[in-house]
T-cell receptor, first 113, second 114 residues
């Protein structure tokens, strides 16, 4: 039972355009959401996060949107750059004492020059 | 210094071997983690150490044995593994009291069990 789902295993966009990566979740106890980026042969690195009390968080070219009623979040990258090509993992934390990350299966983003 | 370093980067072992994976961080983080990642799958949590004590074991088989000698070091001892245990093993750390999920990951140890 996947509680965090990334239904698109891959996405290709042209350099300079917007990349939109999507993530759906099923557990209504999740109250904090994160995006991690992973290059080959490296560990995941934290990119941006959002609390469930917000619907948007922006950091430079990266913006995360949260739609709690739809249990959906998305990561927007604008403008996309070739160096953004990586696997992007959506992750969530549920309220409660354990508070461990649940990861989605990842989306491979390829930004074409 | 914001690095989590893992050694070795690559390890090949037979099913009867005993080996260890090592992880080190010097960020003063009090929580350390082992994750397992298979190809095209998300990282799966194995163990969590908080203040050098094992706080979470996600029903991991006993052929994997974690150890936290001090707040900067985390080991994963491997014995009698199976070929299906071949995977990327990721170590991570975080400031436990923040509980915001902002883990710092190492580059991983790529394990192949023959």
């Amino acid at each position: 039972d996947q509680q965090v789902k990334q239904n698109s295993p891959s996405l290709s966009v042209q350099e300079g355009r917007i990349s939109i990566l999507n993530c759906d979740y099923t557990n209504s106890m999740f109250d904090y959401f994160l995006w991690y980026k992973k290059y080959p042969a490296e560990g995941p690195t934290f990119l941006i996060s959002i609390s469930s009390i917000k619907d948007k968080n922006e950091d430079g070219r990266f913006t995360v949107f949260l739609n709690k009623s739809a249990k959906h979040l998305s990561l927007h990258i604008v403008p996309s750059q070739p160096g953004d090509s990586a696997v992007y993992f959506c992750a969530a934390i549920s309220s409660g004492s354990a508070r461990q990350l649940t990861f989605g299966s990842g989306t491979q983003l390829t930004v074409l020059p | 210094d914001t690095e989590v370093t893992q050694t070795p980067k690559h390890l090949v072992m037979g099913m009867t071997n005993k080996k260890s994976l090592k992880c080190e961080q010097h960020m003063g983080h009090r929580a350390m983690y082992w994750y397992k990642q298979k190809a095209k799958k998300p990282p799966e949590l194995m163990f969590v150490y908080s203040y050098e004590k094992l706080s979470i074991n996600e029903s991991v088989p006993s052929r994997f044995s974690p150890e936290c000698p001090n707040s900067s070091l985390l080991n994963l001892h491997l014995h009698a593994l199976q070929p299906e245990d071949s995977a990327l093993y990721l170590c991570a750390s975080s400031q436990w009291d923040r509980n915001t999920g902002e883990l710092f990951f190492g580059e991983g140890s790529r394990l192949t069990v023959l």
